[in-house]
């Protein structure tokens, strides 16, 4: 049986084009780029050649592209390397309660270690107030950190409008960006943000490789320490093969962008319809408009979301509940609440996340196994009274 896969928001099948390149590449550039020789410098030029091709697709230079082994560490650098640059200025750091734990517990370690860290709730639909986040600057601020797009409910974030009242007051703008590339257009000279954390695994690339815009000049102290790599920003030889990887996978996300959007709106607005219509008592959760279409989070009255995923599993079908680092205890996603989401419904969660293989076919096939599931669950289920 082949899998149906629908959790392309935990990570995504790497693309045939994208092995093609790194295969090439581990073959061929084995040189160190640092290293002096021909063969260094030929694989420095493939380096270079993949740094240029992504700072154009992002509309950035290429000295503002620092590679990192993904989203996780461009989150790390971001926060971390940028209060610690700016302690003198402030020790004051603004975030939200629905960003990725990378985030989050950036902003944990930081309070720690001596600093403070507001996290701005969001509404009901999972999007943080622009007003919220102007009345949380304080003079000791120094950086904001708000995602474009969330993982769990797809809902995008003010992010320009964040920007202009940050930099109106002098505070630096990270984004978090790794949902919203190669779904919605992401570019940093329309958004204006100083830092931009993307992973390449989340648009068809390889998994430990991504990006960290840092805008020329922006104060961001490194967290590897070690050779001059990345302008000394990131110790470590190159991830030659995965930079290539990535670089390649953005060219064809940002080439397939506009298609994919409209073929994953018309798609999930198809899913919903049928679920609604075939298991009932099914809720979205996350904005109706104004979110990543590719992400459906749905809340069943009166079951448990882990029972669903397993249920699901067994006829071949991949989702998850909220994020996937969650999943495995039974604990509420921390989205979910800050959107003040009932507890019960919460738990009976699923996010169905398609992507670039998703048809039609295989969301018939998911609508017709559901009804049978949910409701064998909800006969067991200590929690579900159907309603009259
Ligand atoms: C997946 C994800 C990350 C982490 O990226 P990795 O490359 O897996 O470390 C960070 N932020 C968001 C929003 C994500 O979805």
Redesign the pocket.
Known sequence: METIYLDY???TPVDPEVIKVMQHALAENYGNPSSVHTLGQKSKTAIDAAREKIASLLGAKATEIYFT???????NLALKGAAIALRKKGNHIITSKI?????LESGNYLEKNGFEVTYLSCDKDGVVSVDDLRQAIRPETTVVSI?M???ETGSIQPIKEMVAVCHEAGVLFHT?A??AMGKIPVNVEETKVDMM?L????FYGP????VLYIRSKTPVAPLLHGGSHERRMRAGTENIASIIGMAKALEIAVDKLEGEHQRLTDLSEYFIDRVKTEVGEVYLNGPVENRVPSTVNLSFKGVEGEAIILSLDLKGIAVSSG?ACTSGSLQVSHVLEAMDADTLLAQGSIRFSMGRYTTKEQLDYTVSVLPEIINRLRAMSATYQKAD
């Open positions: 928001n935990s990570t082994s993904g989203g996780t560490e461009a989150d960003e990725h734990h990378a985030v995602m797009a969330n993982n978090d790794v949902q954390s992973s390449a695994h989340k998994k430990g490789i991504g994020s």
